[in-house]
């Protein structure tokens, strides 16, 4: 099973590096080869199921992913995605250094609620050291500080029909009228999983803007596209077939696949 999960890594990196001249905004290099008809959409297809079934069947709800020591940390965890956010309400609790920020935790639970930045930080934590991989092909190894989302999930009271837990962001991908909020997605057994944090801190700093200000998703066993920045609120929902693309994520809209098992 370890070597089918390396062959996979090995094939996006591959990929990305072969696609390395097209035009970059994130991670949106694989835009042409995975429209729904090329081929290498359907050869990543095929890997994401199996991948799926070995992450939830055989390595079990539990399995961590690979933990590293501090001196493994060889320079600054590099940005994916958008770096700076313009949106208003964005720019305003950035003014603040995200004093008025409130994290809204809410959809199908039996009592939604929202806390500060600092109510957050006064959570129970949990400090990680992993290892980041991008569609593109760059891994990056950093230190995270956050608080469990199953700390948050107990408090919110998940109803027995909440399926996935949804993250609108507050950076708006594209402008003008086609401008929309990135989200993104997970389902329950990826959300109480011990590994899955919001991240307030990295490399024992405050989390910078440009990796993800005032709180990201860190969910070790996916690829990085699904951890989300910027995040604004968390809506727990039964199917995300009514949100933006139906597709449960900004990139999943797009066509990337919505399991990035690793």
């Not at 994916?80 to 995200?98: A, I, K, V, W």
């Not at 027995?160 to 997605?185: K, L």
């Amino acid at each position: 099973m370890t070597k089918f999960v390396l062959d996979r890594r090995k094939f996006l990196t591959v990929s990305a590096a072969g696609l390395a001249s097209a035009p970059l905004a994130g991670c949106d290099v694989f835009d042409a080869a995975v429209a729904p008809a090329s081929p290498v959409r359907g050869f990543m297809a095929g890997a994401n199921e199996l991948t799926f079934r070995a992450q939830r069947m055989v390595l079990g709800r539990a399995a961590l992913a690979r933990e590293f020591a501090e001196s493994e940390i060889r320079q600054g965890m590099r940005p994916n995605g958008s770096t700076d956010p313009n949106s208003m309400e964005y720019m305003f609790l950035r003014q603040s250094d995200f004093a008025l920020y409130k994290l809204e935790v809410g959809g199908l639970c039996e009592a939604p609620q929202s806390w500060s930045l600092d109510e957050l930080r006064n959570m129970p934590s949990r400090t990680q050291i992993t290892r980041h991989d991008c569609v593109e092909g760059w891994s990056c190894i950093a230190k995270w500080t956050g608080v469990p989302l199953a700390h948050v999930l107990a408090e919110v009271r998940p109803q027995a029909t909440a399926r996935y837990a949804v993250f609108h962001c507050f950076d708006i991908y594209a402008s003008g009228a086609s401008g929309r909020p990135y989200y993104e997605s997970i389902d329950m057994i990826d959300a109480y999983h011990p590994q899955t944090i919001l991240a307030y801190g990295m490399n024992d700093a405050t989390l910078p803007v440009e990796n993800g200000a005032p709180l990201r998703l860190r969910v070790e066993r996916q690829l990085g596209y699904k951890m989300a920045k910027y995040i604004s609120r968390i809506e727990l929902v039964e199917s995300f077939s009514h949100l933006h693309g139906g597709k449960g994520g900004y990139w999943e809209d797009h066509g990337y696949d919505w399991y990035a098992g690793i």
